[in-house]
């Protein structure tokens, strides 16, 4: 018999990928733990102070793609990509948010990473697990 995990559940449903980076993006801004940016991102991946980096497909030059992968590769350091970088842009706070609690002036944003990721969270542990059955996979 097969063992039944349980999966979390935010609000009306289970958590996706999606939705736990997000989350996990919010934990590391407040504790300053997020790096915007090729440039800034480039020097971290480099540094090897990464532990997580986000990156948008939805980038005009596709140098930047083989660029940052090559170094998470080389590296180690484990890598999401995201469709859009104008929601990377908006889940970092490189915008406004109106009366209404809506964002306004999204600033697109290529490249993001986590440094230091906060509070221990549900969102996390999903991130983790992807990245353990991802490399399960692979081998």
């Not at 449903?13 to 993006?25: I, N, V, Y």
């Not at 970088?85 to 600033?107: N, P, S, Y």
């Amino acid at each position: 018999m097969a063992a039944v995990v349980p999966v979390p559940v935010v609000g009306d449903g289970p958590m996706g990928l999606m939705e736990a980076l997000r989350e996990t993006l919010k934990n590391a801004i407040i504790v300053d733990g997020v790096t915007r940016g090729l440039r800034e991102s480039v020097k971290r991946l480099d540094k090897r102070e990464a532990l997580l980096c986000v990156l948008a497909e939805s980038t005009d030059e596709k140098n930047i793609l083989k660029l940052v992968e090559a170094l998470c590769r080389e590296h180690g350091i484990n890598l999401i990509k995201i469709d859009d970088a104008k929601k990377l842009g908006e889940w970092t706070g490189l915008c406004k948010i109106d009366k209404e609690g809506q964002a306004r002036k999204v600033v697109r944003c290529s490249c993001a990473v986590i440094h230091a990721f906060g509070t221990e969270s549900q969102a996390l542990d999903i991130i983790n697990d992807h990245f353990k059955h991802s490399v399960a996979a692979e081998a």
